[in-house]
């Protein structure tokens, strides 16, 4: 392709962005008459060239990508996050500015996936997250009315514990949290060591943690047992979820396997079927 056509090509690529905005290469491909394979080698191109800026979320496999000045935009395509990253940026948009350390550990991880529209900022030596679109001079404004109803919901809350009797004692409670939290961090660190990708939280309680991951480019199921030794119902009952979402399985554990699971496994590795003999 001559020179000329290149450039020709790569104008009139910013031109659509200007009047679309953000959009996926399908969109751009359809509009410039090449295929997705050569539209996406431009649009690298002009990432490289500064010209336009790709995204970190994903709309399925493919980036989107926009010009400066639009990331305001990119707002129209949250309704394609994971269940969790949803919750997480439509909490942080209501609240505008998050304490990383008072979210619950499923948010948390989130957040960190939803860098488009989640900025981190310290203050002293805590974490904090702060919506794309507010600015940093306007943080200590919008942290004065956080910190009133915040103080409000705590009094509210203590009022409700005088008149309720609790189920179980507080002490507990806060070591169960802290437990949690532990594995759920320890998973975590055992995942990006791997550089394995945390895609969406199924399922998170005292026993164990269910997430869909991406592993080399697939995604997988992975229950993590908080517990060292893991048994026969165990096995099936995360096989039944891999086949409820059609995904393959990966289990950790705090353990080794123990033998008699090991040597189940390895005999249903080789069995072809099971037949009735009449």
């Known amino acids: 392709m001559p020179i000329q056509d290149t450039t020709n090509i790569k104008e009139k690529i910013i031109s659509i962005f200007k009047i679309r905005g953000p959009s996926l290469p399908v969109h751009i491909a359809s509009r410039i008459g090449l295929s997705i394979l050569f539209t996406s080698a431009f649009l690298a191109e002009l990432v490289s060239d500064r010209k336009i800026i790709i995204s970190n979320m994903r709309v399925g496999s493919s980036p989107i990508y926009f010009i400066k000045g639009q990331e305001l935009m990119l707002e129209r395509f949250s309704q394609h996050l994971q269940s969790k990253e949803k919750e997480a940026f ?110 969406d939280i199924k399922d998170f309680n005292k026993d164990n943690l269910t997430l869909k991951i991406r592993d080399n480019g697939k995604e997988q199921l992975l229950i993590a047992y908080n517990k060292k030794r893991i048994n026969e119902s165990d096995l099936i009952k995360i096989h039944k979820k891999s086949l409820e979402l059609n995904l393959p399985y990966i289990i950790l554990s705090l353990g080794e396997t123990p033998k008699k699971l090991d040597e189940l496994i390895n005999a249903i590795k080789n069995l072809s079927r099971i037949e009735k003999l009449e």
Do not use: C
């Open 90 to 199: 439509i909490l942080l948009k209501e609240r505008k500015i998050l304490d990383d350390k008072k979210q619950e550990p499923a948010i948390r991880v989130a957040l960190r996936s939803i860098r488009d529209f989640a900025i981190p900022f310290r203050k002293d030596e805590d974490i904090f997250w702060r919506y794309f679109t507010i600015k940093e001079p306007e943080i200590k404004e919008i942290q004065k009315p956080i910190k009133s109803i915040e103080k409000r919901i705590i009094q509210e809350k203590q009022e409700l514990k005088t008149k309720e009797k609790p189920k179980r004692k507080p002490i507990r409670k806060k070591i169960s949290q802290k437990k949690n939290e532990k594995f759920f961090n320890k998973v975590k660190e055992f995942l990006l060591e791997k550089s394995i990708e945390i895609l």
